[in-house]
T-cell receptor, first 113, second 115 residues
Framework: KAGVTQTPRYLIKTRGQQVTLSCSPI?????VSWYQQTPGQGLQFLFE???????NKGNFPGRFSGRQFSNSRSEMNVSTLELGDSALYLC????????????FGSGTQLSVL | AQKVTQAQTEISVVEKEDVTLDCVYE???????LFWYKQPPSGELVFLIR??????QNEISGRYSWNFQKSTSSFNFTITASQVVDSAVYFC????????????FGKGTTLSVSS
């Protein structure tokens, strides 16, 4: 069974641009959540989607948004990039009936110059 | 407010030594879940263990064991006879009952095991 797939693996953008990251969950998993990991703040929850609906959102500005498609694949978008958005963005998926066991992808490393 | 504290930033041990990673959590919720995840250099977080707030049994699984003490809000993780492959960053995390899959992570402990 394939794991959680995140693309691209690395991304370099400049301030003011926008970026879209993609996540394909494990087959059969309907819940997808996103986390930001930085050396200073550590791992922080961004948002969670289930059946194309956002169920929960972390404390991030509105520049961070996401969506989930009918096939459970998810994208997150960051608009008007800032230097501080440089981070590893991790996606995780889970079964609906076992929301506590998360399976993580290897992440997208975003660098904002 | 919920919080997870991992006071140990880095630990270095020699192979075959036992090592304990400390985790202290804060929450006012009576129902919550605690986790340990491992992050190897490849980046993905690997689930190790989950513990419910109402289940105080401690477990041993192979070389891993966990010690959950509700009275001190601690959820410590021990690796027995450490191996080089155990080198990674270990995260303790908390989920409260109403928060879906949202986890609150500690800052992590970097474990280095040398041969």
């Amino acid at each position: 069974k394939a794991g959680v797939t995140q693309t691209p693996r690395y991304l370099i953008k400049t301030r003011g641009q926008q970026v879209t990251l993609s996540c394909s969950p494990i087959s059969g998993h309907r819940s997808v959540s996103w986390y930001q990991q930085t050396p200073g703040q550590g791992l922080q929850f961004l948002f969670e989607y289930f059946s194309e609906t956002q169920r929960n959102k972390g404390n991030f500005p509105g520049r961070f948004s996401g969506r989930q498609f009918s096939n459970s694949r998810s994208e997150m978008n960051v608009s008007t990039l800032e230097l501080g958005d440089s981070a590893l963005y991790l996606c995780a998926s889970s079964l609906r009936d076992r929301p506590e066991k998360l399976f993580f992808g290897s992440g997208t490393q975003l660098s904002v110059l | 407010a919920q919080k997870v504290t991992q006071a140990q930033t880095e630990i270095s041990v020699v192979e075959k030594e036992d090592v304990t990673l400390d985790c202290v959590y804060e929450t006012r919720d009576t129902t919550y879940y605690l986790f340990w995840y491992k992050q190897p250099p490849s980046g993905e977080l690997v689930f190790l263990i989950r513990r419910n707030s109402f289940d105080e049994q401690n477990e041993i699984s192979g070389r891993y064991s966990w010690n959950f003490q509700k009275s001190t809000s601690s959820f410590n993780f021990t690796i027995t006879a450490s191996q080089v492959v155990d080198s990674a960053v270990y995260f303790c995390a908390l989920r409260i009952n109403q928060a879906g899959t949202a986890l609150i992570f500690g800052k992590g402990t970097t474990l280095s095991v040398s041969s």
